[in-house]
């Protein structure tokens, strides 16, 4: 089984035991784990296989041995027991917020509801409202719930979600009287994907910033509208909230919304083994029930003897400990980004010149550039042959030459052969600064295929970096069948860069996998892949993944001096 497929049945003991009225601690036993599994860098069979299952945050004797008969038989006795408690389907009507245990049981035994589409038409049919204790009321909210549900189950790239927050907040930020504005949720953690967007702000006059947020060209329906919250849907059905609050209160309700959800239950209960509550409001001292307000985030963590907690970090993941310890990591920031090793141009299949690529790099403060245009052989208009690379090392020297202030390295991106060797003569890849190396086709060859293809191009002694490790596209295509572990491992052993492919439709290496490459001690350079001017802005959506993945600058290639790169490249 793999780790998704762990997920869901761990995930279905939690309910159906909060359902069964268990003890809160083994019921968030069960929850921490599933937020642990989901954040593996590895799959699981691989932790049963070398033993390790107890190094998970979370897990003890009792679900190690459940997770080992889980993932070597395919199937868990306890939880076939348990699911035989209940009627069919009474965990899909649990995922249903604001359906609770009581409430699922009476759809489930007294309607014989046992999926989504059921309830919906229930509700529509007046079944539900006459239910006891339920009414109108309660029916209509479900029935929202349900809506709202399969907006955030149709979740985006955070690529595309980020500039309509970014044009929104624009907006909201002109009207008079708005002192703080930010977006909360899993955006601001900087998950790749975010299913709804939460905005967070305080004004002096919230009526008037509401009113601005409804009538913005992007909204194409108006959910609910008030002085606190309003929420709308805008083009492309994406879901967005705004909530106001008063400006001494901005930074616990910014810590409450931006979650996660583990995060927050991992501070809950800390705070209250030392005596404060904490909520969207702010600190309650449970002695004397007095309530702090925090302005800032920073103020709130340290009111509990903690360091701040950036947003990517806050999964669930030791992170609460470590800011404790006063051992968090100094996370890279986009100005420690020194250059771009991999980008496009007109020689291939991007659309500016070397010289506007070059001229625009210099223009974010960038000491270097490597153009890295595609060999022929993977079919892409424009493809480079031997003769026109040659041409086009030529021209990126002369231009080296001619422009002040910053280096252009000349590299190519070679196709990755269906049996791992490179699209390009030897001879003149010995010719350029940078190779970079990349799988484009042949991608459903199984798991032992890619992988043995891919260690054999990293094995190259030409290939300093390898681009978009496992060739997925977001949302729609799936990444290749590939032993990341041992791709990490050969990286390792061969001195070879492992790409944080920053174009919005990649985010590849992804989070989790980063995580896992760093504390390895491989060596990572995030690049845009640009193939346009603006593309090279992309840099912040590669910074976000390199944070979710705990780096540090000097986890990072290109956060190097020139004169450092320049030695990595040649040795």
């Given at each position: 089984m793999n780790n998704k497929e762990v997920t869901k049945v761990f995930q279905d003991i939690a309910d159906l035991l909060e359902l069964k009225g268990e003890n809160p601690f083994k019921i968030r036993a069960y929850q921490k784990v599933v937020r642990s599994i989901e954040h593996l860098p590895v799959e699981m069979e691989q932790l049963v296989k070398e033993d390790k299952l107890k190094e998970i945050p979370g897990v003890g004797e009792a679900i190690t041995k459940k997770m080992t008969e889980l993932i070597t038989t395919g199937k868990l006795g306890y939880y076939e027991k348990l699911k035989a408690e209940f009627p069919e389907g009474i965990s899909t009507l649990l995922d249903i917020p604001g359906v609770g245990p009581k409430t699922a049981m009476s759809l489930s035994t007294e309607l014989e509801i046992s999926s989504v589409d059921e309830l919906e038409a229930a509700i529509v049919g007046g079944k539900v409202a006459r239910l006891y204790r339920m009414g109108d009321k309660t029916a209509e909210n479900i029935l929202h719930q349900i809506q709202a549900m399969r907006r955030k189950d149709q979740r985006i790239p955070i690529g595309e979600a980020l500039p309509v927050v970014d044009e929104i907040l624009s907006r909201l930020g002109q009207v008079p009287g708005?002192?703080?504005?930010?977006?909360?949720?899993?955006?601001?953690?900087?998950?790749?994907?975010?299913?709804?967007?939460?905005?967070?702000?305080?004004?002096?006059?919230?009526?008037?910033?509401m009113q601005t947020f409804a009538s913005l060209p992007q909204v194409k329906e108006v959910l609910v509208s008030g002085t606190t919250k309003s929420s709308v849907v805008v083009s492309g059905g994406l879901q967005v909230d705004l909530r106001i609050v008063e400006h001494d209160s901005f930074g616990s309700i910014l810590q409450y919304f931006t979650g996660s959800k583990q995060h927050n239950i991992d501070l809950r209960e800390r705070a209250h083994r030392r005596g404060l509550k904490l909520s969207e409001y702010g600190i309650t001292n449970l002695a004397t029930d007095e309530l702090e307000k925090f302005i800032t985030e920073e103020a709130f963590y340290q009111r509990q003897g903690l360091e701040f907690i950036p947003p990517e970090l806050r999964e669930g993941q030791q992170e609460v400990e470590r800011a404790e310890q006063g051992t968090l990591p100094k996370l890279i920031e986009l100005h420690d980004i020194k250059g771009d090793l991999h980008v496009h141009t007109e020689w291939s299949d991007g659309r500016d010149s070397i010289e506007a690529m070059a001229?625009?790099?210099?223009?974010?403060?960038?000491?270097?550039?490597?153009?890295?245009?595609?060999?022929?052989?993977?079919?892409?208009?424009?493809?480079?042959?031997?003769?026109?690379?040659?041409?086009?090392?030529?021209?990126?020297?002369?231009?080296?030459?001619?422009?002040?202030?910053?280096?252009?390295?000349?590299?190519?991106?070679?196709?990755?052969?269906?049996?791992?060797?490179?699209?390009?003569?030897?001879?003149?890849?010995?010719?350029?600064?940078?190779?970079?190396?990349?799988?484009?086709?042949?991608?459903?060859?199984?798991?032992?295929?890619?992988?043995?293809?891919?260690?054999?191009?990293?094995?190259?002694?030409?290939?300093?970096?390898?681009?978009?490790?496992?060739?997925?596209?977001?949302?729609?295509?799936?990444?290749?069948?590939?032993?990341?572990?041992?791709?990490?491992?050969?990286?390792?052993?061969?001195?070879?860069?492992?790409?944080?492919?920053?174009?919005?439709?990649?985010?590849?290496?992804?989070?989790?996998?980063?995580?896992?490459?760093?504390?390895?001690?491989?060596?990572?350079?995030?690049?845009?892949?640009?193939?346009?001017?603006?593309?090279?802005?992309?840099?912040?959506?590669?910074?976000?993944?390199?944070?979710?993945?705990?780096?540090?600058?000097?986890?990072?290639?290109?956060?190097?001096?020139?004169?450092?790169?320049?030695?990595?490249l040649r040795k």
């Open positions: 708005v002192k703080n504005l930010a977006p909360a949720g899993s955006l601001r953690r900087f998950q790749e994907t975010v299913g709804d967007i939460d905005l967070m702000g305080t004004a002096d006059d919230a009526r008037e910033i001229l625009a790099a210099k223009a974010l403060g960038y000491q270097y550039l490597g153009i890295a245009d595609h060999s022929g052989g993977r079919g892409i208009a424009h493809g480079l042959d031997a003769e026109r690379l040659r041409q086009q090392i030529l021209e990126i020297k002369q231009l080296d030459q001619r422009l002040d202030g910053i280096r252009i390295f000349c590299g190519m991106e070679v196709d990755i052969r269906a049996d791992g060797s490179l699209d390009m003569p030897q001879e003149l890849l010995a010719k350029l600064d940078i190779v970079t190396a990349a799988v484009h086709s042949a991608m459903n060859q199984s798991q032992e295929q890619m992988t043995r293809r891919i260690i054999r191009a990293i094995e190259n002694p030409d290939v300093d970096v390898l681009a978009h490790p496992t060739s997925r596209l977001l949302p729609g295509r799936e990444p290749v069948a590939v032993d990341m572990e041992a791709i990490f491992q050969t990286a390792v052993r061969t001195n070879t860069a492992l790409e944080i492919n920053a174009m919005p439709s990649r985010l590849d290496l992804k989070d989790i996998h980063t995580y896992r490459a760093r504390e390895l001690g491989v060596k990572l350079v995030i690049n845009t892949d640009a193939h346009s001017t603006e593309h090279l802005e992309f840099m912040r959506f590669g910074g976000g993944v390199a944070r979710r993945g705990w780096c540090q600058a000097e986890d990072i290639l290109n956060t190097r001096p020139l004169k450092e790169v320049i030695a990595y």
